[in-house]
Nanobody, 115 residues
Framework: QVQLVESGGGLVQAGGSLKLSCAAS????????MGWYRRAVGKERELVAR???????NYGDSVNGRFTISRDYAKNTVYLLMNSLKPEDTAVYYC?????????WGQGTQVTVSS
């Protein structure tokens, strides 16, 4: 089992920045993927960004170039630095952890971008 604790959401004006954190604990294997997804009201959940234990990252098209994902391997923590935020980035952001055939989700953190 893996537990995820997220932090860092909130309210920000358009053009501003926020940084999300997600700390994983429990039985963590050396090969895994940590990432962020989001769900806006009335929309499907979508990939924001994810990063492998080897450091390879990929981003959703809507955030590429504005958001940066990173990991602290010693702390089993993944970060999402969100710059140039837009109102359409408003959503609940969920941390995701995958290893072998198992996937785990955080409780979600609200990000609201005002225009």
């Amino acid at each position: 089992q893996v537990q995820l604790v997220e932090s860092g959401g909130g309210l920000v004006q358009a053009g501003g920045s926020l940084k999300l954190s997600c700390a994983a604990s429990g039985t963590i294997l050396s090969i895994n993927i940590m990432g962020w997804y989001r769900r806006a009201v009335g929309k499907e959940r979508e990939l924001v960004a994810r990063i492998t234990s080897g450091g390879r990252a990929n981003y959703g098209d809507s955030v590429n170039g504005r958001f940066t994902i990173s990991r602290d391997y010693a702390k089993n923590t993944v970060y999402l630095l969100m710059n140039s935020l837009k109102p359409e980035d408003t959503a609940v952001y969920y941390c995701n952890f995958q290893q072998r055939e198992s996937g785990y989700w955080g409780q979600g953190t609200q990000v609201t971008v005002s225009s």
